[in-house]
């Protein structure tokens, strides 16, 4: 059985940081475009970055890019999303999912019809 369980979330301030991580089990990440996508209260999910499993190709959000970084050990099963120089507006429950229809991100905005297998979510609050 397959399950992805983020972790890390917290409470931090504006231009903190924090280190997100996604740890799947009873799968393996060598095949799979692994994505973390967020939801703020009133809002719909988005995608915020996405990591190739066979060219390790990224995506990220123009919202995050430039403070957020998504890496992967595959021995590990894990996905992390680094955040840096967080901002209120990056407050959300994140969420980390496989898209099993593709091993390479492409260009544009991840489909989150396409990801399977959403943890419970990890909290991130930024406020002072």
């Known amino acids: 059985q397959v399950h992805f369980v983020e972790s890390g979330g917290g409470l931090v301030q504006p231009g903190g940081s924090l280190r997100l991580s996604c740890a799947a089990s009873?799968?393996?990440?060598?095949?799979?475009?692994i994505g973390w996508f967020r939801q703020a209260p009133g809002k719909e999910r988005e995608g915020v970055s996405c990591?190739?499993?066979?060219?390790?190709?990224?995506y990220y959000a123009d919202s995050v890019k430039g403070r957020f970084t998504i890496s992967k050990e595959n021995a590990k099963s894990t996905v992390y999303l680094q955040m840096n120089n967080l901002k209120p507006e990056d407050t959300a429950v994140y969420y980390c999912?496989?898209?099993?229809?593709?091993?390479?991100?492409?260009?544009?905005?991840?489909?989150?019809?396409?990801?399977?297998?959403w943890g419970q979510g990890t909290q991130v609050t930024v406020s002072s």
């Open positions: 990591i190739g499993s066979s060219d390790g190709s990224t």
């Open positions: 999912a496989a898209n099993l229809m593709r091993s390479t991100v492409p260009a544009g905005p991840p489909l989150i019809y396409e990801y399977v297998y």
């Open positions: 009873g799968f393996t990440l060598d095949y799979y475009t």
